[in-house]
């Protein structure tokens, strides 16, 4: 039988074998291998109680370094001191700025900011 996965919300969700993530390796493998398990959830019609697991098997230690490497190359010159760039995210997007001094801060800035600084939470539209 098919199980096909269908879309959900308040959903658990957790990302497992990557660096910074936690897993016990004898479960599977001596080397973890990176996965998400999703578990439960509502399709707007009842809660759901599954559990699904995305393996991840192209998702690979020289791609992670790959990645590493197109972060310094578009990032390292956006959070140098004294860069225009950096001028810019504290004049329009940084919260530590002072509300008079604040200009129009776009969406792609605060995530092209969370990416190259890697920290990464919650936040809510005012809008």
């Known amino acids: 039988m098919i199980q096909i996965f269908r879309s959900r919300y ?9 660096s910074n993530t ?3 390796p004898t479960i599977f493998d001596d080397e973890p291998e990176p996965m998400l398990v999703i578990f439960g959830g509502d399709d707007g019609i009842r809660y759901l109680n599954d559990l699904w697991i995305l393996r ?6 020289q791609e992670k370094h790959n990645n590493e490497q ?5 990032c390292e ?5 004294n860069s225009t760039a950096l001028k810019y995210w504290r004049e329009s997007c940084d919260p530590k700025a002072e ?3 604040l200009q129009w801060c776009r969406w792609s800035d605060i ?5 190259c600084k890697q920290q990464y939470q919650s936040f809510l539209s005012p809008f």
Request: aromatic content about 8%; glycine content about 2%.
């Open 99 to 101: 509300l008079k001094t």
């Open 111 to 115: 995530l092209l900011m969370a990416w």
């Open 70 to 74: 197109k972060r310094n190359a578009a």
């Open 10 to 18: 308040l959903l658990s969700s957790s990302l497992i074998g990557v």
């Open 56 to 61: 991840l098997r192209e998702f690979t230690n």
């Open 22 to 24: 936690v897993i016990h």
């Open 77 to 81: 010159w956006r959070l140098t001191q």
